[in-house]
């Protein structure tokens, strides 16, 4: 009944830039915090950024402040995180994840309701 869908990864070289998007059927992501994650081999998943329901609240961590960030788009049910200036330390799955709060967000993930697959995101060189 309640999906998330990333998309938007892929391999790109250090300095450039990706668009994540998270896709949402079965619900209104504008209800919903939305958490981006990370997981690269052989470390925990950790928080990257997350947007409260109406988005007047964001949070980064701090190894990505000044390069990423993240935006909503209600008209098409989808967040989104614009990340540029990327390092091969940023190598890793991302996932998206929500969690009915609106007034802020967490960056833990083990709040969070739904989860996506995740989407590859490789920089080297």
């Known amino acids: 009944q309640l999906q998330l869908v990333e998309s938007g990864g892929g391999l790109v070289q250090p300095g450039g830039s990706l668009r994540l998007s998270c896709a949402a059927s079965?619900?209104?992501?504008?209800?919903?915090?939305i958490g981006w994650f990370r997981q690269a081999p052989g470390k925990e998943r950790e928080g990257v950024s997350c947007?409260?329901?109406?988005?007047?609240?964001?949070n980064y961590a701090d190894s990505v402040k000044g390069r990423f960030a993240i935006s909503r788009d209600n008209a098409k049910n989808t967040v989104s995180l614009q990340m540029n200036s990327l390092k091969p330390e940023d190598t890793a799955r991302y996932y998206c994840?929500?969690?009915?709060?609106?007034?802020?967000?967490?960056?833990?993930?083990?709040?969070?309701?739904?989860w996506g697959q995740g989407t590859q995101v490789t920089v080297s060189s």
């Open positions: 994840a929500a969690f009915p709060l609106l007034t802020m967000c967490p960056m833990a993930p083990g709040p969070y309701n739904y």
């Open positions: 079965g619900f209104r992501l504008d209800y919903f915090a």
């Open positions: 947007i409260s329901g109406p988005g007047g609240w964001t």
